[in-house]
């Protein structure tokens, strides 16, 4: 597996990272706690070395889980979660953004302890905090930072006012927002931002949550434990018009002799040398094929291609409902 570094942060990650949050939730019921361990195992095995968590996954689950299997590999990989929900006064995607500085101390501990590790790689701000400085956040992390018990700060879903204020007062190391073929927001404002500020990129969704694929069809029914089945742009309506998508990516990796999702986070990777996605799965088959799109080569032509097919063409529906607009960042 090739390496990447994280902005110019020094942090050395795998070029392709795994999320793990689909094991515990979000995606239907969890996985089996012993394959799920198996199968992060087996990602490290394959030469991936960044992993992705949080408290809210589960809530705490996801940690425990990424813990108990990272253990005996502790010093060899690096590991991301994330603070900034007030889990216990609050549900699903209705928990309200908490990130005052008390809060951030008092969490730490619990992560570490479930992490079951004396320091945390990577501590993300999952959403920024609309009553919270900025100034104050950073804060926080830069003393947890001092103390040994975090190595570097990174936000979630941030936008330019948050990331400039953030990054004044400890530098951020990895903005985690979503971004892929079909969803390229981020090209706007936000990579030209952390291209100047040198803070690595690091796509969450980078398949779509599927639908990049082509595993995702129009008649696919959601249950309600699958987040999707809430989310606007998985309508069957829209599914139908975002097909056009899934069409593009195929004719490439029909081209090149590779799949859907190695095309989908190869175009990802050959943008900016210090992008580094991290795609979920709950089976192993995928993390070989997802570990593979480090080897795609991209050509200008296929570049061209996708251009062609998706000229003027935008994801339709929006990412979350229009309760969770919160979830969308700021």
Known sequence: MQTRILGRSGLQVSAVGLGCMGMSAAFGPAMDRTEAITLIRAAFDKGVTFFDTAEVYGPYANEELVGEALKPIRDQVVIATKFGFDIEGSAGFAR?????PDHIRRVVEGSLRRLRTDYIDLYYQHRVDPDTPMEDV?????????EGKVRHFGLSEAGVQSIRRAHAVQPVTALQSEYSLWFREPEKNI????????IGFVPFAPLGKGF???TVTAEQKFGADDFRS???RFSDENRRANQVFVDAVDAVAVKIG??????????????RPW???IPGTTRLSRVEENV????VQFTDADFTHLASALKGVTMQGDRYPAENKAMAGR
């Open 96 to 100: 309200k953004p908490t990130s005052k």
């Open 138 to 146: 950073a804060g926080a992390v830069k003393d947890l930072i001092a």
């Open 191 to 198: 990579l030209p931002l952390v291209e100047e500020l040198g």
């Open 212 to 214: 990049l694929t082509g």
């Open 230 to 232: 809430k989310q606007p």
């Open 258 to 271: 590779a799949t859907a999702a190695q095309v989908a986070l190869a175009w990802l990777l050959a943008q």
């Open 275 to 277: 992008i580094v996605p």
């Open 292 to 295: 593979g799109a480090a080897s």
